[in-house]
């Protein structure tokens, strides 16, 4: 199935336009999602309006409505949200270039594939990229998308771009807030020492396929086991926690340091030795 694409107009850069297509990076396929059944039929519950002291009323009648104080509405047509949508613009242009370390992770929403649309939009789509690298900048910009406005960052991906969509300030919590009762103070030496011993230990580059969503796993085994029996009684099985797994607070914070550091040393597998050539 071809991928769809999220967005097609251009990137301007100055005098200079660049068609292009951006398609979604990510995907929600692997999410198993559930529906209320009512057990007794195994029919699907349906949800009807109500309001309370009236009842069950009429779609028609549905308004939207934003609370500013308890139980205070301020009533809005659909007429008039749509009148204050942005208008669905067709050029997405670079207002500003800064270094990628510049942007907090907070701020990172959503990633998009950016591709030229045709042989002839290549050379300058290729010449933004190649720019991007060799400043090692981020392009800035406002992508105008179904009545709204998305702040975007754009950074070279391999052949293509990255375009990903960033949250406005308004959006992010700052963290200080919630980090203020923490102490100042610096850890022993020791202590510090034997962290970073384990953390270079179990330092490796970076491979997404590596990790596995096992309450996925667990879920789809369950479901594809309760089909198989055609029975409604429970299945329940233990899952075993993770290895290494603490049954409760660390007390002595040097001891299990240690021996953690012990227990890995242990493990490692020792370095094969090569047979001397005759």
């Not at 967005?7 to 100055?14: C, E, N």
């Not at 998308?145 to 070279?156: D, N």
């Not at 771009?161 to 700052?174: F, I, S």
Request: proline residues 4%; contains cysteine; hydrophobic residues 35%.
């Amino acid at each position: 199935m071809a991928a769809r694409t999220y967005w097609q107009g251009q990137i301007r850069l100055a005098l200079v336009s660049i068609p292009v297509e951006i398609y979604s990076a990510s995907k929600s396929g692997s999410k198993i999602r559930f529906n209320q059944i009512h057990e007794p039929t195994g029919k699907r519950v349906s949800y009807e309006k109500t309001v309370s002291g009236i009842g069950p009323i009429d779609r028609d009648d549905i308004i939207k409505g934003y609370e500013i104080s308890k139980g205070e509405y301020v009533l809005l047509e659909d007429e008039e949200i749509e009148a204050v949508k942005i208008e669905s613009r067709k050029t997405l242009e670079l207002v500003q270039f800064v270094d990628a370390c510049e942007i907090d992770p907070l701020y990172f929403e959503k990633p998009y594939y950016v591709a030229p649309k045709d042989d002839l939009a290549e050379e300058a789509f290729v010449v933004l990229r190649e720019a991007l690298r060799k400043a090692k900048k981020v392009a800035l910009g406002q992508l105008s998308v179904r009545g709204s406005e998305k702040l975007v960052a754009i950074k070279p991906c391999g052949k293509g771009l990255l375009l990903e969509t960033l949250r406005y300030a308004d959006e992010v919590h700052k963290g200080q807030s919630f980090f203020s009762g923490i102490d100042e103070a610096k850890p022993k030496k020791e202590l510090l020492d034997l962290a970073t011993t384990l953390i270079d230990e179990k330092s490796a580059p970076f491979d997404a396929g590596e990790f596995k969503d096992r309450y996925i796993d667990a879920l789809r085994k369950l479901i594809d086991k309760k089909a198989k029996s055609n029975s409604k009684k429970a299945i329940i099985e233990d899952v075993d926690a993770p290895e290494g797994a603490a049954g409760g607070n660390v007390i002595d914070l040097m001891a299990a340091l240690k021996k953690s550091v012990g227990e890995r040393k242990g493990s490692a597998k020792p370095a094969s030795k090569r047979k001397k050539s005759a």
